[in-house]
């Protein structure tokens, strides 16, 4: 599934953390290479801790798979 900016901005407009951190997940998903779905990566797990969402946990050790973050 693509993400457009438009789903992320009006996401971002009302506030939809929920949403931001799937549309955040699904455009690293889509992204061409590791850096671009790293940025999305890093953007979706700082969401799901404000949010407190159980998926922080997944999108951490993404970015602990991709040298992005330290393990614990």
């Known amino acids: ?24 997940t699904q455009a690293a998903e889509a992204a061409a290479d ?7 990566l ?4 700082v969401f799901a801790l404000e949010r407190g969402d159980a998926r922080a946990a997944d999108l951490r050790a993404r970015l602990v798979a991709h040298g992005r973050e330290t393990p614990l």
């Open 34 to 40: 590791v850096d671009t779905a790293c940025f999305f």
């Open 1 to 24: 599934m693509s993400v457009s900016d438009d789903d992320l901005l009006a996401a971002h407009a009302c506030g939809d953390t929920g949403a931001l951190i799937t549309l955040y």
């Open 42 to 45: 890093t953007h979706a797990h």
